[in-house]
């Protein structure tokens, strides 16, 4: 007797349909699976065999095949131990049951329980775009499965509950949908600007910045802080839609770093440390090509400490997803590719010792010593990097002052009130912040008077410019116009946002 039952794989974030076909016929007793399972589907034969008669259901001694269709594809993971069973149970035909179109996803202990698994929500995403209604999820997924609507999901804690539920002895109850709400305490959680003691211009850069959507390099002595404000950074970003929620949520949840919420409500920030690989920044694997760092900031922040210290071909990895938002991985399991829109945030100390250009401590650095500690980070890179921000330490008296700075809460406002016109400009153009402009965009929206380009024209010269640097000054002078809500950018704005790309402009044995 030949059962078939639906469940579902995933490739990067997009979701196949997956046909579990049980036969069960007479012969001498075996057990096969094809369909290009890997070795964790494999495995699947000893969990489902022990969890069906641990689950006092009867394991049948003959000749059994399971095949995952379609063949094509590749199936990985242990999501297809539940369907596996169910399907074995209805050929043998210990259960009687109407399966339909119901999807079926979980892992299976030897004791017959469910365990949660991976990607749970962009398959359930995928699966209900491609008409299916009905699902059944381990408890564990439970939280993360609440928040697609459209759908009738259950969860079950163990096989029998699921056998029981289709045979109508036990009906499991529908998981209640869950209205999307930001996590408050998470958010609260992440750092103040009213925190940060002095530098008023690297506030003002972090604001641009944020506005913008546009990266930032903070380059400073140690204890300026530049990590303070790194890490402020989230405090002042827009607060993300449901949309944006749900598509951050399907990558963490196919990393398996999703918390118990169920779903990424404030916006990401992750700080790899400088021995990071580059697999695992930009996502990979010999395998099962999971995403990396750069994938799980999508939507949020990507801060890079120590630049320098980053191996060079890992940072060099990042310059195609800064320029196009999205990482297409290629390895020999297949190519995926995963969104990878973030805000660079780095920062580095201007020298080895970290004292060159500060007005408090004396550098010990050669020019020599200068040149090869900056030659670490490629000009193509820094190129790609909007704002440059040169910070310095902070005199003892605003340490101790009582005076409270400028809440991050205040940035804020202003920064979505930025955000807000850019939406309303780009509404059809299919980007969201000035970050994103292309060429149509900057020529329909950063004119120049002939004073402002005479401006640009000369700083162009005088810096040495690529044309890429040309068109990120433009879009933070966009940026800054939006913050002073003119519809013109005008020669301020562009003074402005030129300063921001004057590090490096001159030689270190110049400027000793």
Same mark, same amino acid.
């Given at each position: 007797? /030949?059962?078939?039952?639906?469940?579902? *794989?995933?490739?990067?974030? #997009? =979701?196949? +349909?997956?046909?579990?076909?049980?036969? %069960? $016929?007479?012969?001498?007793?075996?057990?096969?699976?094809?369909?290009?399972?890997?070795?964790?589907?494999?495995?699947?034969?000893?969990?489902?065999?022990?969890?069906?008669?641990?689950?006092?259901?009867?394991?049948?001694?003959?000749? /059994?095949?399971?095949?995952?269709?379609? *063949?094509?594809?590749?199936? #990985? =993971?242990? +999501?297809?131990?539940?369907?596996?069973? %169910? $399907?074995?149970?209805?050929?043998?035909?210990?259960?009687?049951?109407?399966?339909?179109?119901?999807?079926?996803?979980?892992?299976?202990?030897?004791?017959?329980?469910?365990?949660?698994?991976?990607?749970?929500?962009?398959?359930?995403?995928?699966?209900?775009?491609?008409?299916?209604?009905?699902?059944?999820?381990?408890?564990?997924?439970?939280?993360?499965?609440?928040?697609?609507?459209?759908?009738?999901?259950?969860?079950?804690?163990?096989?029998?509950?699921?056998?029981?539920?289709?045979?109508?002895?036990?009906?499991?109850?529908?998981?209640?949908?869950?209205?999307?709400?930001?996590?408050?305490?998470?958010?609260?959680?992440?750092?103040?600007?009213?925190?940060?003691?002095?530098?008023?211009?690297?506030?003002?850069?972090?604001?641009?910045?944020?506005?913008?959507?546009?990266?930032?390099?903070?380059?400073?002595?140690?204890?300026?802080?530049?990590?303070?404000?790194?890490?402020?950074?989230?405090?002042?970003?827009?607060?993300?839609?449901?949309?944006?929620?749900?598509?951050?949520?399907?990558?963490?949840?196919?990393?398996?770093?999703?918390?118990?919420?169920?779903?990424?409500?404030?916006?990401?920030?992750?700080?790899?440390?400088?021995?990071?690989?580059?697999?695992?920044?930009?996502?990979?694997?010999?395998?099962?090509?999971?995403?990396?760092?750069?994938?799980?900031?999508?939507?949020?922040?990507?801060?890079?400490?120590?630049?320098?210290?980053?191996?060079?071909?890992?940072?060099?990895?990042?310059?195609?997803?800064?320029?196009?938002?999205?990482?297409?991985?290629?390895?020999?399991?297949?190519?995926?590719?995963?969104?990878?829109?973030?805000?660079?945030?780095?920062?580095?100390?201007?020298?080895?010792?970290?004292?060159?250009?500060?007005?408090?401590?004396?550098?010990?650095?050669?020019?020599?010593?200068?040149?090869?500690?900056?030659?670490?980070?490629?000009?193509?890179?820094?190129?790609?990097?909007?704002?440059?921000?040169?910070?310095?330490?902070?005199?003892?008296?605003?340490?101790?002052?009582?005076?409270?700075?400028?809440?991050?809460?205040?940035?804020?406002?202003?920064?979505?009130?930025?955000?807000?016109?850019?939406?309303?400009?780009?509404?059809?153009?299919?980007?969201?912040?000035?970050?994103?402009?292309?060429?149509?965009?900057?020529?329909?929206?950063?004119?120049?008077?002939?004073?402002?380009?005479?401006?640009?024209?000369?700083?162009?010269?005088?810096?040495?410019?690529?044309?890429?640097?040309?068109?990120?000054?433009?879009?933070?002078?966009?940026?800054?116009?939006?913050?002073?809500?003119?519809?013109?950018?005008?020669?301020?704005?562009?003074?402005?946002?030129?300063?921001?790309?004057?590090?490096?402009?001159?030689?270190?044995?110049?400027?000793?």
């Amino acid at each position: 007797m /030949i059962a078939k039952v639906q469940s579902y *794989a995933l490739s990067g974030l #997009e =979701g196949v +349909a997956v046909t579990v076909e049980t036969d %069960i $016929s007479r012969g001498l007793p075996s057990y096969d699976m094809v369909g290009l399972p890997d070795v964790a589907v494999k495995e699947s034969k000893e969990r489902v065999k022990s969890a069906v008669r641990n689950s006092m259901y009867e394991f049948p001694a003959h000749r /059994i095949t399971v095949n995952f269709a379609p *063949a094509s594809v590749k199936k #990985e =993971g242990s +999501a297809f131990d539940l369907p596996v069973a %169910i $399907s074995l149970l209805l050929a043998h035909g210990t259960l009687e049951a109407k399966v339909g179109d119901t999807v079926f996803m979980g892992e299976l202990a030897l004791n017959g329980d469910l365990r949660g698994v991976t990607g749970v929500l962009p398959a359930i995403i995928s699966a209900r775009d491609k008409g299916f209604k009905t699902f059944i999820v381990p408890k564990a997924n439970e939280k993360e499965a609440s928040f697609v609507h459209g759908v009738e999901v259950y969860s079950a804690k163990s096989l029998k509950e699921v056998v029981d539920h289709l045979s109508g002895l036990s009906p499991l109850p529908v998981v209640e949908k869950t209205a999307f709400a930001i996590n408050e305490s998470e958010k609260t959680s992440s750092k103040d600007l009213a925190f940060v003691k002095g530098q008023p211009l690297a506030k003002r850069a972090l604001e641009v910045a944020v506005a913008g959507g546009h990266n930032i390099l903070f380059v400073g002595p140690p204890g300026s802080g530049k990590t303070m404000l790194a890490r402020a950074i989230p405090s002042v970003m827009p607060d993300m839609s449901f949309d944006e929620a749900l598509e951050i949520t399907k990558i963490h949840s196919v990393a398996g770093v999703l918390g118990d919420d169920g779903i990424v409500s404030v916006r990401p920030f992750r700080s790899p440390h400088h021995t990071a690989t580059t697999v695992s920044l930009c996502g990979g694997g010999n395998k099962v090509v999971h995403p990396g760092e750069i994938s799980l900031a999508h939507g949020g922040v990507l801060f890079l400490d120590e630049l320098p210290e980053y191996k060079r071909s890992s940072l060099e990895a990042m310059r195609q997803p800064l320029e196009d938002g999205v990482i297409t991985i290629s390895r020999s399991g297949g190519t995926v590719t995963y969104p990878a829109s973030f805000m660079l945030c780095a920062s580095m100390n201007p020298c080895p010792c970290g004292n060159y250009g500060s007005k408090k401590r004396r550098c010990v650095c050669t020019p020599n010593d200068i040149r090869k500690y900056r030659a670490k980070i490629s000009g193509p890179l820094l190129d790609r990097i909007d704002i440059q921000v040169e910070v310095d330490g902070v005199e003892y008296e605003h340490l101790v002052s009582e005076n409270l700075e400028e809440s991050s809460a205040e940035v804020k406002k202003r920064a979505d009130k930025a955000r807000a016109i850019q939406r309303e400009r780009y509404q059809d153009s299919g980007i969201k912040t000035n970050a994103e402009m292309g060429e149509k965009e900057l020529r329909a929206y950063c004119k120049l008077t002939l004073e402002s380009e005479q401006v640009l024209r000369e700083a162009f010269d005088r810096l040495k410019l690529s044309a890429r640097a040309r068109n990120r000054i433009l879009k933070v002078a966009r940026t800054i116009a939006d913050l002073d809500y003119s519809e013109n950018v005008t020669s301020e704005h562009l003074y402005e946002a030129i300063s921001y790309r004057t590090y490096g402009a001159e030689a270190p044995d110049d400027l000793l």
